[in-house]
């Protein structure tokens, strides 16, 4: 756990998370997860999704982590997870899973040291959840953060703002390739009507084929 390295905190522009969410809908958001957990819901089919994609004990970015949920689980599995966010409350949630490193930050100014990561993993609608016109700015950054032919996996609901043709449009000028899009994290065949998309890309300099928006 590194609670010191805080990187990113200055945002130049509210994200859409904080403009839309108090401290108390954060913590009513960490009380709605632990008693899903406490029912028995399964919380970890993205951790297995990202889970096939990388090798074992691969290093790991949960990019925009909140409580550190699927940070935590890949963790289980036996990988490297470093967490980010930006919301104060979520992260001191993360942090007390002494599995991971977990910094406050910007995903828009994202510089962490190091080497680069295998996996960068956007779950939970982090993507919807950004500053709008900062998207392509934070997959550049997450793109930066990646080895060559590291995976880059997001998920996210359609029905909002950011389309997904943009998302599309947006990772082919971050130098991220997208591979392939699913409608939900079980594999379900992706179609223009789903209400989410699940999406795996690399780094452009893997040699990949770009899909069609």
Same mark, same amino acid.
Request: charged share 25%; aromatic share 6%.
């Given at each position: 756990?590194?609670?010191?390295?805080?990187?990113?905190?200055?945002?130049?522009?509210?994200?859409?998370?904080?403009?839309?969410?108090?401290?108390?809908?954060?913590?009513?958001?960490?009380?709605?997860?632990?008693?899903?957990?406490?029912?028995?819901?399964?919380?970890?089919?993205?951790?297995?999704?990202?889970?096939?994609?990388?090798?074992?004990?691969?290093?790991?970015? #949960? &990019?925009?982590?909140?409580? @550190?949920? %699927?940070?935590?689980? $890949? =963790?289980?599995?036996?990988? !490297?997870?470093?967490?980010?966010?930006?919301?104060?409350?979520?992260?001191?949630?993360?942090?007390?899973?002494?599995?991971?490193?977990?910094?406050?930050?910007?995903?828009?100014?994202?510089?962490?040291?190091?080497?680069?990561? #295998? &996996?960068?993993?956007?779950? @939970?609608? %982090?993507?919807?959840? $950004? =500053?709008?016109?900062?998207? !392509?700015?934070?997959?550049?950054?997450?793109?930066?953060?990646?080895?060559?032919?590291?995976?880059?996996?997001?998920?996210?609901?359609?029905?909002?703002?950011?389309?997904?043709?943009?998302?599309?449009?947006?990772?082919?000028?971050?130098?991220?390739?997208?591979?392939?899009?699913?409608?939900?994290?079980?594999?379900?065949?992706?179609?223009?009507?789903?209400?989410?998309?699940?999406?795996?890309?690399?780094?452009?300099?893997?040699?990949?084929?770009?899909?069609?928006?």
């Amino acid at each position: 756990m590194s609670p010191a390295d805080d990187r990113g905190i200055g945002s130049s522009s509210a994200t859409r998370w904080q403009s839309e969410r108090s401290a108390d809908d954060s913590r009513a958001y960490i009380e709605r997860f632990a008693e899903l957990a406490h029912a028995g819901t399964d919380l970890h089919g993205e951790a297995r999704f990202v889970d096939v994609l990388v090798p074992r004990g691969a290093r790991i970015l #949960d &990019a925009g982590c909140g409580t @550190g949920r %699927v940070g935590l689980e $890949l =963790a289980r599995r036996g990988h !490297r997870v470093t967490a980010v966010d930006l919301d104060p409350v979520l992260v001191e949630a993360a942090r007390s899973h002494s599995e991971l490193t977990v910094h406050l930050a910007d995903l828009a100014q994202l510089d962490l040291p190091g080497p680069r990561f #295998d &996996a960068v993993v956007s779950a @939970g609608n %982090v993507m919807v959840f $950004l =500053a709008p016109g900062s998207e !392509r700015s934070v997959l550049g950054r997450i793109a930066a953060h990646l080895r060559p032919g590291g995976v880059f996996v997001a998920g996210f609901t359609t029905g909002a703002a950011y389309r997904p043709s943009q998302f599309v449009a947006d990772l082919a000028a971050a130098g991220l390739v997208l591979e392939q899009r699913f409608a939900t994290w079980d594999l379900r065949p992706w179609h223009d009507d789903a209400d989410w998309l699940v999406a795996v890309a690399r780094r452009a300099d893997d040699g990949g084929v770009t899909a069609t928006p």
